[in-house]
Nanobody, 130 residues
Framework: VQLQASGGGSVQPGGSLRLSCALS????????MAWFRQAPGKEREGISS????????YYADSVKGRFTISRDNAKNTVYLQMNSLEPEDTAVYYC????????????????????????WGQGTLVTVSS
């Protein structure tokens, strides 16, 4: 399984970006998926997750109300719509996936760890600056 993240870039405060994470090598409908980010000099932060059929999702407080996670299993892709971006959102964003139990994936996201997330994509850089 491989994950390919894309959609990062530079945006002004208040702007929007949509990140995509395409899964290949298997069918995404079996996978819970998640987004993490790591800002310069800071620890990795789990920010959002979605279960395999899209019925359940989680957001960290830092992004709640501004970011929306969604998935299109027909396209094997998960998205992260990011609105009202702030300079504090500047980071490298990573997607991750696992076929395991969603509650364990959620535990990993909430803890900011990779313990129950087997597959990781390369990062995509988001820069929010005026």
């Amino acid at each position: 399984v491989q994950l390919q993240a894309s959609g990062g870039g530079s945006v002004q405060p208040g702007g929007s970006l949509r990140l995509s994470c395409a899964l290949s090598g298997d069918t995404s409908k079996y996978y819970a998926m998640a987004w993490f980010r790591q800002a310069p000099g800071k620890e990795r932060e789990g920010i959002s997750s979605i279960d395999s059929n899209g019925g359940g999702s989680y957001y960290a407080d830092s992004v709640k109300g501004r970011f929306t996670i969604s998935r299109d299993n027909a396209k094997n892709t998960v998205y992260l719509q990011m609105n009202s971006l702030e300079p504090e959102d500047t980071a490298v964003y990573y997607c991750a996936a696992d076929r395991g139990v969603y509650d364990l994936v959620l535990e990993s996201v909430m803890a900011g760890t990779d313990r129950y997330l087997k597959f990781w994509g390369q990062g995509t850089l988001v820069t929010v600056s005026s």
